[in-house]
């Protein structure tokens, strides 16, 4: 079957660095994803890899291994307004998205 | 502003009745689907479309159906709810044509209880 493992719950300080996992075991691969979910909110999209290696945009980065299957998701200088669940996604070979149930990461002062 | 609603925002249903989520995208994407989220697991897909006039069954699509007689509209029913169609009920779109078209643009979602 397919599947996706992500930790439930993350507890990380403002102002310090997080690194959310992600591993996944899919039938064939087209890109994983990662979203971000504000409590009572809509997912909205984070980052996008396709290729082995790291991807950075600002704050935020995504790392894929496909030897591995395996993902982070780096989180910097965090903010309170980080708090949210952050939803791991992986495109399997009929162009589908298979999800992580979601980690949600408590940013304390 | 561009994008996807949904409606309605939260609604209390009794066991049995039928009902209908609508969903509307004024981005002219071509593809749409539907999911439900549940506690502790992940977005699960009900429907999806790939363009006007096509449907497909995800991974959870009994006691659901939809249609997509245009670009712009993909309306949910549910012809005789049940308590475990308890759920938030997310509309989403993608433009499925071009590379990463796993970047979904989500409305905000319908929070649905059947009693």
Redesign the interface.
């Known amino acids: 079957g397919q599947n996706?493992d992500q930790p439930?719950e993350m507890t990380a300080t403002e102002g310090a660095i997080v690194q959310i996992n992600c591993t996944y075991q899919t039938s064939g691969f087209?890109?994983l994803?990662w979203?971000q979910q504000h409590a009572g909110?809509?997912?909205?999209?984070l980052s996008?890899n396709?290729l082995d290696g790291l991807e950075e945009k600002g704050r935020f980065s995504s790392f894929l291994s496909r030897s591995k299957g395996y993902s982070y998701l780096l989180l910097k200088e965090l903010q309170m307004k980080d708090s949210a669940s952050y939803?791991c996604?992986v495109?399997d070979s009929n162009?589908?998205?298979?999800?992580?149930?979601?980690t949600k990461l408590i940013i304390k002062p | 502003i561009a994008g996807i609603t949904q409606a309605p925002t939260s609604q209390i249903l009794a066991a049995g009745r039928r009902m209908t989520l609508r969903c509307t995208q004024d981005m002219r994407h071509n593809a749409m689907y539907w999911y439900r989220q549940d506690l502790g697991l992940g977005l699960r897909l009900i429907h999806y479309s790939n363009t006007a006039g096509t449907t497909g069954k995800g991974e959870v699509p009994d006691g659901y159906s939809v249609s997509r007689a245009n670009t712009d509209d993909f309306p949910l029913t549910l012809a005789s709810a049940v308590p475990s169609q308890t759920s938030v009920y997310f509309c989403a779109s993608s433009d499925s044509d071009r590379e990463g078209a796993g970047e979904l643009f989500f409305g905000e979602g319908s929070r649905l209880t059947v009693l």
């Open positions: 996706i439930t087209n890109g994803f979203y909110e809509a997912p909205t999209f996008y396709v939803l996604a495109m162009y589908q998205l298979i999800w992580g149930a979601g």
